[in-house]
Structure formats: structure tokens, C-alpha cells
């Protein structure tokens, strides 16, 4: 009996092992995180951002993509209920993986108010993920409000978390023979 291979959910098999174990990893071993629904959200969170697609998923109402924070704030304010958590869960989600993994990339750079990006992230997506465990849907649950209330309140802690993911993915393999992707 032949067996085909499919090579796309193989490689997403191997990228979703490589994540959750440096997730894992990062959470429990280095910062002695114990919330395995937070490091779980996390590592699904990297997953998920390695398609542009999904870092991008927000259109605005002319279909275009909204690719800055003030865009998805005002596509956010134009929605109501599933649709509006939906933007504000996002929104925490794009900047906790930019002030996480590259927040070089924010660092320095101005907002037309003159105040730094990189904490300018951080207070919007820590409301953002809070906006979102307030707002009340039909087919919601306690424990999906619950986990984004904490990915609010430990929002810097996530960040650095991710960093640390960042730091062992990049490190060169040393002398035990581990293999970096």
C-alpha cells in the first residue's frame, strides 16, 4: 500500500513541533510560566503569523488589507460583537508578535504623536486583549474570556517570552547537536 506524502502538512507538522516546543520551552522552563492555555495560545499564535495572510487578515471596508494598528482600531469601532472581538483579539495578537519577536523594528520609529511605537504596542495590545474578553458573544465561552483578560494583564511578560523564542531560534546549534531551523 502506497502512502502520498503531502509535503504542506508535513512541513506545517514540523513548524507546529518547532513552536510549541521552543514555546514550551521559553515558558515553562525559562520564565516558570505554568499556564499551559497561555503558552499553548502563544506557540499557536506563531504558527499562525508565518503566513502573511493571517498577520494581515483585517480588511477594511474598501477590502484593503489594514496593516497598521490605527487602521485595525477604526475597523475594530466599525464592528459589532463576534466581528468587533474578532478585530480587538488581532490587534493583541499583531503587537504582541511585533513588541515580542522584532521589536527592533519599533524602536525609535515615531507615531504621528511623537511617542515611542514600541510602547505604543504595548498599551494597545494589552487593551485591545482586554476590549476583547469584555465583549459578550453567543457561542462564547468563560474560559476563551478568561485567557484573553490574561493575555492582557501578562501581556509584557508574553512579549518576553517571545523574545526568548526568538533569541533559541536564532542561536547557533552548540556542541549537544541541536538543530535550528
Known amino acids: 500500500m502506497q502512502f502520498e506524502h503531502d509535503s504542506s502538512s508535513s512541513s506545517d507538522n514540523l513548524l507546529e513541533r518547532f513552536f510549541t ?17 497561555l503558552v499553548s495560545y502563544v506557540s499557536k499564535l506563531l504558527i499562525r503569523f508565518t503566513k502573511t495572510d493571517s498577520l494581515h487578515r483585517i480588511r477594511q471596508l474598501n477590502g484593503k488589507r489594514a496593516t497598521e494598528v490605527v487602521t485595525m482600531m477604526t475597523e475594530a469601532q466599525n464592528r459589532v460583537g463576534v466581528a ?8 493583541g495578537d499583531f503587537t ?39 465583549i459578550e458573544t453567543d457561542d462564547d465561552s468563560v ?24 533569541r533559541q531560534w536564532e542561536e547557533k546549534p552548540g556542541s549537544d547537536g541541536a538543530i535550528i531551523l
Open 21 to 37: 516546543g521552543l514555546s514550551e520551552y521559553a515558558f515553562y522552563s525559562q520564565l516558570g510560566v505554568t499556564d499551559t492555555e
Open 84 to 91: 468587533r472581538r474578532e478585530v480587538h483579539r488581532h490587534i
Open 96 to 134: 504582541l508578535f511585533w513588541t515580542g519577536l522584532y521589536p527592533e523594528s519599533l524602536r525609535g520609529l515615531q507615531a504621528a504623536n511623537k511617542s515611542d511605537q514600541f510602547f505604543s504596542y504595548c498599551y494597545e495590545g494589552k487593551k485591545a486583549y482586554e476590549i476583547a474578553s469584555e
Open 143 to 166: 474560559a476563551t474570556n478568561d485567557l484573553l483578560h490574561r493575555l492582557s494583564d501578562q501581556f509584557e511578560m508574553c512579549a518576553y517570552g517571545l523574545r526568548e523564542i526568538r
